[in-house]
């Protein structure tokens, strides 16, 4: 039996007041998978996003992450700091939020909380300065590090987060969201504000993750080098609904996909002719 | 300064004295006369000519002190911040002539009385650091938690009859759970929002003990609390049946200077534990959760941090500290009352933790021996007091807006040593 899907989202719907941002939308998205969310501006795509990492909490539909150990959560019922501790799910923001005033270091070792925190058993035995919290700082370090190399930044570790170039703060709240640890991680609009070359390379940090750390990676994204050339699956919105899903090659060619993004053909009388 | 009345300065103050003169000519120049023949108007020309002259001259002034302050402030590069090392060394400098600040030979009573207070307040503002400058949330209803510390203190000690330092840690607990009351209804709530919900909190706190007349004694306050012992030794000149006083002990000539020493001595240890707490716990995952939160919430919570538990305990951890210095502060008057307990203290205390940039340890004993020393020395000129303050905030935003010290430096460094 095939294993099932990393993410199932089944029948989600968010509504605001009157509008209704995401309306019964499924689809799953699969480990070692880069599944991209496109769509026109105001598709839903970050309500979609802000539901599965429990910023928003949908009025109907199903939110479930099977674990690799066969556990299932039920993302929706979850708040999110809980999702991003227990279901292992992490995300990066549309407007980067580092902690500016603290340093790069700092940054990803607070990502590390709940195991340092662990360690040092809610910060007594750190007070008291023993080994075993020591320890785990280290190896906070050292996954630190790990994620400074791969994403270029080790020359800036004690730079104050804040004072980074633009590109760099992207990356860095990419490695900030890798020292989670997490199962499925979520980019909202990772490349956005990027030039040819940090886009190229942000491709290939994206891969890398995907073939290394065979997790499941969800990104929204406008820019389309980005989409085509490294996502496994794409799955389309517009207002709010599914309209295509599958490979970049086949959502490219789609005609549902070229209408929403380019609108109507300039024939509307010839579809209305049809129709009566 | 001939080449700074320029004519752009001189038309704008014209301008100004023209818009005065049109606003003071039907407020100022002219007067109901009471005549034979009923009420005349009369005119006033001359008011009108002194208001206009008044703001063509203040305006000028006004311009020339701007030009003056930018000038300055462009003469005034902000220097570098310091090397880590000088802060250590300054740290370990100040902590050293603290120590031994009793017995120079012009520390007599009255100088030791005053480093006591100041004491008080540089260990409030360390309290209140964890809360303002760690976490982030303005609390402007400190004092509350001081004046729990000190009834706690007085109460146990009037009607259980324990001992200063039983009472200490309860002090500490009772004002960590207060906080803990004050931090759940406001989880939710930042900045401006937050600041007026703690001011009402610090009044509440205050009017509940002005009213409460058969516990706190309401107005009159609670009088006779017990002095601290050192081990047992009273400090008293007649000790209590079955005690020892200090100067038996010590086979020294009783004096009154021992209790003021010791008392010194009390509020420098305790306020240097409460520095090293703070030191040792911005390293720890609690601290960097606190400075994280105060940085941005929502990442926070997409890296699996609960606020609600981060907020309560820089909450409770601080009011703990502000509850040992309320029971010091009980203990050291022999006499606690409403009174001691008003929002200004609670604006001192905020005052000296911005002052001295928020999250610095050093800058607070700076901005402390300020606002708190100062004034003391110079009771002279008490009547100038929020004038100097006055000027010194208006300085301090022109120069300094984050604070005497404000460079952070961080709690951790990838060659692993902090």
């Known amino acids: 039996m095939r294993p099932p899907p990393l993410l199932e989202v089944d029948g989600l719907t968010m509504r605001f007041g009157g509008l209704s941002a995401v309306s019964d939308l499924s689809f799953s998205a699969g480990q070692g998978e880069i599944t991209a969310v496109i769509g026109p501006n105001g598709a839903g795509k970050t309500t979609l996003f802000n539901c599965i990492t429990g910023f928003y909490r949908p009025q109907v539909g199903r939110l479930s992450l099977h674990h690799p150990d066969g556990a299932a959560l039920r993302l929706e019922r979850m708040a999110d700091h809980v999702i991003a501790r227990k279901a292992r799910v992490a ?28 360690a040092s058993v809610f910060s007594l035995a750190g007070l008291l300065g ?3 919290y020591r320890r785990a700082e280290r190896a906070a370090i050292d996954l630190a590090r790990h994620w400074l190399d791969r994403t270029g930044l080790t020359a800036f ?13 992207r990356r860095l709240e990419i490695a900030r969201a890798m020292c989670t640890r997490p199962l499925l991680l979520c980019l909202d609009e990772p490349a956005a504000g990027l030039n040819p070359r940090e886009s190229g390379d942000l491709n290939h940090l994206l891969q890398g993750i995907r073939d290394e750390e065979k997790i499941g990676l969800l990104l929204i994204e406008h820019d389309m080098s980005v989409v085509m050339g490294i996502s496994d699956r794409v799955v389309v919105l517009d207002h709010g609904s599914l309209i295509a899903e599958g490979s970049p090659a086949e959502v490219r060619g789609n005609p549902a996909v070229i209408r929403a993004y380019l609108g109507e053909p300039d024939e509307p009388a010839a579809v209305l002719g049809g129709e009566g | 300064m001939a080449a700074a009345l320029s004519p752009p300065l001189i038309r704008s103050a014209a301008l100004a004295a023209v818009v005065a003169a049109l606003l003071a000519l039907p407020l100022m120049g002219v007067r109901l006369v009471d005549s034979s023949s009923g009420l005349s108007l009369a005119g006033r020309p001359d008011l009108v000519a002194w208001a206009a002259g008044g703001v063509f001259c203040g305006r000028l002034l006004i311009d020339l002190f701007r030009r003056w302050i930018a000038d300055f402030s462009i003469r005034l590069p902000l220097p570098p911040p310091p090397p880590d090392w000088t802060r250590f060394a300054v740290g ?5 002539f603290a120590l031994v600040l009793p017995f120079l030979p012009f520390a007599d009573r009255n100088l030791v009385d005053k480093a006591t207070m100041v004491l008080i307040y540089i260990m409030l503002g360390w309290g209140l650091n964890i809360v303002v400058g760690l976490a982030g ?3 402007l209803g400190f004092v509350a938690f001081y004046a729990v510390g000190a009834y706690s203190y007085a109460l146990l000690s009037l009607t259980f009859g324990l001992s200063f330092w039983v009472c200490l840690p309860l002090a500490g607990l009772f004002a960590a759970v207060f906080g803990i009351a004050l931090g759940f209804p406001v989880l939710r709530l930042r900045g401006d929002y937050l600041a007026i919900v703690t001011l009402g909190f610090g009044e509440i706190i205050r009017i509940v003990l002005q009213n409460w007349q058969d516990l706190t004694g309401g107005p009159i306050g609670i009088s006779g609390i017990e002095r601290p012992s050192l081990f047992g030794l009273s400090f008293k000149a007649v000790p209590p049946e079955g005690q020892t006083s200090f100067a038996e002990f010590f086979g020294l000539d009783y004096s009154a200077d021992h209790r003021v020493i010791f008392l010194y001595f009390l509020i ?53 500290f502000a509850g040992f210095a309320g029971s010091f502060f009980a203990t050291r008057q022999g006499f606690i009352s409403p009174e001691s307990f008003t929002f200004i203290e609670s604006a001192m205390i905020l005052a000296i933790v911005v002052l001295g940039g928020m999250g610095s340890q050093i800058g607070i004993v700076l901005a402390a021996l300020l606002l ?31 604070g005497l010290l404000s460079s952070r430096a961080p709690t951790i460094r990838l060659g692993g040593r902090a």
């Open chain 1, 157 to 169: 570790a004690d730079v104050e987060a804040g004072s980074l170039p633009y590109g760099h703060q």
């Open chain 1, 130 to 132: 023993l080994g075993r």
């Open chain 2, 92 to 96: 370990w400098g100040l902590a050293l």
């Open chain 1, 91 to 118: 995300r990066t923001f549309q407007n980067i939020r580092l902690f500016p005033k603290m340093s790069v270091l700092e940054n990803l070792i607070v990502a590390q909380h709940r195991v340092l925190m662990a």
């Open chain 2, 268 to 320: 420098l240890i305790l306020a240097l534990a409460t520095n090293l707490f703070t030191l040792r716990i911005r390293r720890l995952p609690v601290g960097r959760a606190w400075e994280a939160l105060r940085e941005d919430e929502i990442a926070c919570r997409s890296l699996g941090i609960n606020p609600t538990t981060i907020k309560l305990s820089a909450f409770a951890l601080g009011a703990m």
């Open chain 2, 137 to 139: 949330l303005l609390d």
């Open chain 2, 372 to 402: 708190v020393g100062l004034p003391e020395w110079f009771r002279d000129l008490q009547m100038y007091r929020m004038l100097a303050f006055g000027a010194a905030m208006v300085l301090i935003m022109l120069w300094k807006p984050s």
